[in-house]
């Protein structure tokens, strides 16, 4: 190529010119340059004659000299960058944006190094070797191409043990590896001769968007294999689906109007390829993984046989005696269900070894709801049998019937039972059931101290509720009459525990003229005292 123009018409017909011939003309066009170095410039032919008559002194011809070398050192090197690009461009074969013909400006971003039309799919080969825009697509689906055609062999091909179905197994995972291979196979041949002609790209853009389809079916093939392994039906539907739509858009790129630059966007929309083509095979761990599969029915059908054992008296090997009244059991039964049983069948305790144990403390209507719930994994609980079954599975520590008696009687937490219930968790460690109580007794204030439970509790658990912060009244009234009404109950001994608890009642929010009438309804001693525990709490000053 000998300039831009030309080096761009050279290609845009077909026949860039040789390596040789640019140099040849580059280098002729700087030999005149490179020739005259101990000689200035002439132009003018007259002046050389005067010159070669008349010789100029040597001062001036020095200073002449010194004034042109500059300037053709500078013109010699801009003649070189220009010779170097040329010669650079012509062997890349590389052209602008500007220059492609419409067919081959499919993405107006992308402005310098594109390759010509190539018609010729032995240029278009070569070309792959060489630097422009498609050569990472190019290389990036060869290797990919590469890649996964060794992995879908070597899966092929290897013996594994941990196959069930092998030849099914095969099957499936060698549907993803052929999606995988086909996509990448299509997508590098296309980015590799789309240049070669407008009907070719239109061919192979076809293929890549159809390899794009197929390699998203196979990906879905082992994934719903898996996912629904034990359920062929949804499996059969899900795997429809896929392949309908999946057909759908192979069908859709074979038309010639989506293949065109305008619909770009449009072709982008389905094709996420990286997470098709790396999920499946990474979610296998690159082989078929062994899988547990885990049935619901299975530990309950064998409770339920042993369970006919137990009321049968068959392979039973203990007996449990409650009042009078035997049970027939298993041992193996009862230290897996209970830590108390266990411990008593595998320590060197006396009931090691015999064949009746006795059990103190429960009654035998208990005694059969908890072997029920052992055998069964079902207990019956209603409010006649809670608080006998609460502290016999706390003895027994059955901790799905401990779990079963706290939810129930967080169900029934009411103003008239709250307070007894907190107290009846506190003893036996229910956590969860005695701060549940306790928030409902806070919560429902004014009602819980109209009720029996409240008037019956010692001071220092009346003081432990007044004091609290949590408990939610309109105002502090109800506080107050609570603590008389709870002195009142039994005077002459809480009389004297008054100050000490109206200390806990705040005082200033009660209404001067409430505290009046409150003082005036009772006798001169009571609001003596209970004068000196509001001066002790600061009364309001204004009455």
Known sequence: MSSHKGSAAAQGNGAPASNRDADSVELTELGPLLEEKGKRAVTNPTKAEEEQTCPVPQEEEEEVRVLTLPLQAHHAMEKMEEFVYKVWEGRWRVIPYDVLPDWLKDNDYLLHGHRPPMPSFRACFRSIFRIHTETGNIWTHLLGFVLFLFLGILTMLRPNMYFMAPLQEKVVFGMFFLGAVLCLSFSWLFHTVYCHSEKVSRTFSKLDYSGIALLIMGSFVPWLY????????????????????????????????????????????????????????????GRMAP??????????????????????STLCDVTL?????????????????????????????????????????????????????????????????????????????????????????????????????????????????????????????????????????????????????????????????????????????????????????????????????????????????????SEASSLPSTW
């Open 291 to 312: 899988k547990d599969i885990m049935t619901n029915t299975h530990a309950k059908s064998i409770l339920n046989s042993m369970n006919a054992l137990r009321k049968s």
């Open 321 to 533: 005696r409650v009042e009078q009244k035997d049970f027939p059991a298993h041992r193996i039964v009862l230290a897996a269900c209970s830590d108390y049983f266990c411990a008593m069948f595998t320590s060197e305790l006396s009931e090691k070894g015999k064949p009746y144990v006795d059990i103190q403390g429960l009654t035998a209507s208990t005694m059969e709801i908890l072997l029920d719930f052992v055998y069964t994994e079902t207990v019956h609980v209603t409010v006649e049998n809670v608080q006998e079954l609460l502290p016999a599975a706390c003895l027994l520590q059955l901790k799905g019937v401990k779990q079963a008696c706290c939810e129930f009687l967080e169900s029934q937490l009411d103003p008239s039972n709250c307070l007894g219930i907190r107290d009846f968790a506190e003893t036996h460690n229910c956590v969860d059931l005695m701060q549940a109580a306790e928030v409902f007794s806070q919560k429902h204030f004014p009602e819980v101290v109209q009720h029996e439970e409240f008037i019956l509790l010692s001071q220092g658990e009346v003081e432990k509720l007044i004091k609290c912060d949590e408990i939610q009244v309109d105002s502090e009234e109800p506080v107050f009459e609570a603590v008389i009404n709870w002195v009142k109950h039994a005077k002459k001994e809480r009389e004297e525990s008054l100050p000490d608890l109206l200390q806990y009642v705040r005082m200033p929010l009660l209404t001067p003229r409430y505290i009046t009438d409150v003082i005036d309804a009772e006798e001169p001693m009571r609001c003596f005292w209970w004068l000196g525990a």
């Open 226 to 285: 898996y996912s629904f392994y034990c359920s062929p039906q949804p499996r059969l539907i899900y795997l429809s689906i896929v392949c309908v739509l999946g057909i759908s858009a192979i069908i859709v790129a074979q038309w010639d109007r989506f293949a065109t630059p305008k619909h770009r966007q449009t072709r982008a929309v389905p094709g996420p390829r990286a997470p098709s083509v790396l999920s499946p095979y990474c979610l296998m761990g």
